[in-house]
């Protein structure tokens, strides 16, 4: 750190110090734009117009080299996602002297979108080694997500396009290390709901056996949040991984059964007189007398009443790998959402699918009065909700020639 010190103040801006985390700094001095311009106009005066041109081009690509060898960066952290969406942002990622020469060879009405791809393409080929430009990171990870593509990253990066396939990997596991299992951004004034469901992964296995089946978990954010933290550029293991982002598994083991001392009270024998059988003609006359039907977004206008509370978000959360109906499997779930919502003062709302959700309110049902699982709310899935409505009627009303209708 002293002799740093000491060569900042002695060569001042004639010098650029690199410092990677994990490598060795890199010390190289700076040409200076007065020493580029005396150098061009030292040349012969007798060249030819083709070689005056070639001189006058050699030397604004080394003043434009310059600027970005002076372009102060770190790969110690990756930039942000508000810094990779903004387009005053990357523009002014550029420096000067490449923002300028790029402006005067694109003829389009408005091209800082394509100025910035391509100047931070020229940026991140000129310095390989010490930029991460915003762009680049963004397009490869975009890329691998959407289309999961070692290949495609990869032709990419041979282009001049976007991030390697390494850099890629590297900000995922960077990301997931940092995720663990917070969720992201402020929630304190947001509603949280948490979901759980089995999800199936049909590896390539020779046999075709050993298909991951598990329990996956997702929350809800309303309206949505987003992280704004920075990510630093670290190296994890798998292990290490899966070490952060792990949901402690507890066997379950039921200590009663109180499921079976629920009982339904007995329905009313409704006798009233049916009046139902003019209602088909009725409906033909004050039909064409209604107003016209809204379509979906009508009908989102005219049952909601307040402020829109903006759109929602979803933050994905470990995986259990157990079978998602057995019993520790649930429990497990349920005790993980409970010390969620503990942790971050929420209500803790979870919802399930019909088969399990019935084996979640049984494993409530069956806890202790002190336990943090009575505080719960079990939510049934809404399309559960309708066929388990669906569901009552065809049985009640079986023995009615309706299922024959």
Same mark, same amino acid.
């Given at each position: 750190?002293?002799?740093?010190?000491?060569?900042?103040?002695?060569?001042?801006?004639?010098?650029?110090?690199?410092?990677?985390?994990?490598?060795?700094?890199?010390?190289?001095?700076?040409?200076?734009?007065?020493?580029?311009? #005396?150098?061009?106009?030292?040349?012969?005066?007798?060249?030819?117009?083709?070689?005056?041109?070639?001189?006058?081009?050699?030397?604004?690509?080394?003043?434009?080299?310059?600027?970005?060898?002076?372009?102060?960066?770190?790969?110690?952290?990756?930039?942000?996602?508000?810094?990779?969406?903004?387009?005053?942002?990357?523009?002014?990622?550029?420096?000067?002297?490449?923002?300028?020469?790029?402006?005067?060879?694109? +003829?389009?009405?408005?091209?800082? &979108?394509?100025?910035?791809?391509? =100047?931070?393409?020229?940026?991140?080929?000129?310095?390989?080694?010490?930029?991460?430009?915003?762009?680049?990171? %963004?397009?490869? &990870?975009?890329?691998?997500?959407?289309?999961?593509?070692?290949?495609?990253?990869?032709?990419?990066?041979?282009? =001049?396009?976007?991030?390697?396939?390494?850099?890629?990997?590297?900000?995922?596991?960077?990301?997931?290390?940092? #995720?663990?299992?917070?969720?992201? %951004?402020?929630?304190?004034?947001?509603?949280?709901?948490?979901?759980?469901?089995?999800?199936?992964?049909?590896?390539?296995?020779?046999?075709?056996?050993?298909?991951?089946?598990?329990?996956?978990?997702?929350?809800?954010?309303?309206?949505?949040?987003?992280?704004?933290? !920075?990510? *630093?550029?670290?190296?994890?293991?798998?292990?290490?991984?899966?070490?952060?982002?792990?949901?402690?598994?507890?066997? @379950?083991?039921? #200590?009663?059964?109180?499921?079976?001392?629920?009982?339904?009270?007995?329905?009313?024998?409704?006798?009233?007189?049916?009046?139902?059988?003019?209602?088909?003609?009725?409906?033909?006359?004050?039909?064409?007398?209604?107003? !016209?039907?809204?379509?979906?977004?009508?009908?989102?206008?005219?049952?909601?009443? =307040?402020?829109?509370?903006?759109?929602?978000?979803?933050?994905?959360?470990?995986?259990?790998?157990?079978?998602?109906?057995?019993?520790?499997?649930?429990? +497990?779930?349920?005790?993980?959402?409970?010390? #969620?919502?503990?942790? @971050?003062?929420?209500?803790?709302?979870?919802?399930?699918?019909? *088969?399990?959700?019935?084996?979640?309110?049984?494993?409530?049902?069956?806890?202790?009065?002190?336990?943090?699982?009575?505080?719960?709310?079990?939510?049934?899935?809404?399309?559960?909700?309708?066929?388990?409505?669906?569901?009552?009627? =065809?049985?009640?009303?079986?023995?009615? %020639?309706?299922?024959?209708?």
């Amino acid at each position: 750190m002293y002799l740093k010190k000491r060569l900042k103040q002695h060569f001042g801006d004639e010098i650029i110090i690199t410092d990677i985390p994990g490598r060795k700094s890199v010390v190289t001095l700076r040409e200076t734009v007065t020493c580029i311009l #005396q150098d061009y106009y030292q040349r012969p005066s007798n060249l030819n117009p083709d070689d005056e041109k070639r001189a006058l081009i050699r030397a604004a690509a080394k003043l434009i080299k310059s600027d970005i060898r002076s372009v102060d960066t770190t790969k110690s952290i990756y930039p942000t996602p508000a810094n990779i969406a903004s387009v005053d942002n990357n523009l002014s990622y550029l420096p000067e002297s490449l923002l300028l020469f790029l402006s005067n060879i694109f +003829s389009e009405k408005d091209p800082s &979108v394509k100025i910035a791809s391509i =100047g931070q393409a020229v940026m991140q080929a000129s310095r390989p080694r010490a930029l991460i430009t915003p762009l680049q990171l %963004g397009l490869g &990870v975009q890329v691998h997500h959407n289309f999961a593509s070692r290949f495609l990253v990869s032709t990419l990066n041979s282009l =001049g396009f976007c991030s390697s396939y390494y850099e890629v990997q590297k900000f995922e596991s960077s990301a997931a290390a940092v #995720q663990g299992v917070d969720l992201p %951004g402020d929630i304190s004034n947001s509603f949280v709901q948490f979901v759980a469901d089995n999800v199936d992964h049909n590896t390539r296995t020779i046999d075709g056996l050993n298909t991951f089946h598990g329990m996956g978990i997702i929350a809800g954010i309303t309206p949505g949040t987003k992280r704004t933290q !920075p990510i *630093p550029r670290i190296a994890f293991s798998t292990d290490e991984i899966k070490a952060l982002a792990k949901i402690e598994i507890k066997y @379950y083991k039921p #200590q009663s059964d109180r499921m079976a001392e629920l009982s339904y009270a007995e329905l009313k024998n409704l006798n009233t007189l049916d009046k139902t059988f003019r209602l088909d003609l009725l409906s033909v006359i004050i039909w064409p007398l209604k107003y !016209p039907i809204p379509m979906w977004s009508g009908f989102m206008q005219m049952v909601q009443t =307040g402020d829109y509370p903006e759109k929602s978000s979803v933050s994905f959360l470990p995986m259990i790998d157990l079978n998602a109906s057995d019993m520790t499997c649930i429990y +497990s779930t349920l005790n993980f959402v409970a010390n #969620q919502a503990k942790r @971050y003062d929420i209500t803790a709302i979870l919802t399930f699918d019909q *088969p399990l959700y019935w084996k979640a309110l049984s494993i409530v049902e069956n806890e202790n009065p002190g336990s943090t699982l009575k505080s719960m709310v079990l939510r049934l899935g809404p399309f559960h909700t309708e066929m388990s409505f669906l569901g009552s009627i =065809g049985n009640l009303m079986s023995n009615t %020639g309706l299922k024959e209708n």
